[in-house]
């Protein structure tokens, strides 16, 4: 443990030694983040109010911007990159970027399209296969890190660009890779989670 990170320990710790929990740990933790607030660390404040006021720009602009069906269509047209994200915050935590992200889950996608349309392979083995390819290639980077000492920026903008040509490999020509409506995927995308399987993975998150 470095010594910065044992200042920030020593001072996360309350008076007299003795750990806090439950309420008591949560009254503490708000007034020290009221604290920091006040010293100037705004963290995701301005991100979040930055939000509010796009949101109220928008849903006066067009009334049915707040409607059930748009917010559904957001959520579903958000939902990979929102995985992506969930992701690389563990990297930014690490003091570290992932500059290839987003061409990774494209290169994963293209394998698993070209796999279930042109070689015929069933749609959850493509999916495995998919899933895989981004777990190899993870690690891969995360060991030319980690082992050899390459900072993440030069791999990650290394990784970005060639990536995006492998894709175009992959796809060809066609310029995207087109699921028919009759693919598992695409009923799954416009599916619907039963109620009840809906609140108890919401029940299992919260407690998570």
Request: charged letters at 10%; glycine letters at 12%; a negative charge.
């Amino acid at each position: 443990m470095s010594a910065q990170t044992d200042e920030i320990v020593e001072q996360d710790q309350p008076e007299g030694g003795e750990p806090v929990e439950g309420l008591a740990a949560l009254i503490l933790y708000t007034r020290r983040y009221a604290a920091r607030v006040r010293g100037g660390e705004l963290g995701s404040i301005p991100a979040m109010l930055g939000l509010i006021v796009i949101t109220a720009v928008f849903a006066v602009v067009h009334p049915g911007f707040l409607s059930a069906y748009n917010i559904e269509a957001l959520v579903i047209q958000a939902a990979p990159i929102i995985v992506m994200a969930m992701g690389l915050v563990f990297v930014l935590l690490l003091g570290e970027i992932d500059l290839s992200a987003g061409t990774t889950g494209g290169l994963c996608s293209a394998i698993m399209a070209v796999l279930t349309l042109r070689h015929g392979a069933s749609w959850w083995l493509a999916l495995i296969v998919g899933l895989l390819a981004g777990l190899l290639i993870g690690f891969g980077m995360g060991w030319l890190r980690a082992r050899v000492g390459i900072p993440s920026f030069v791999i990650t903008l290394a990784t970005f660009l060639a990536f995006q040509g492998v894709t175009l490999i992959l796809i060809g020509g066609q310029g995207a890779v087109i699921l028919p409506d009759s693919s598992p995927l695409i009923k799954l995308e416009n599916g619907f989670v039963p109620l009840r399987l809906g609140w108890t993975l919401l029940a299992l998150f919260v407690i998570g």
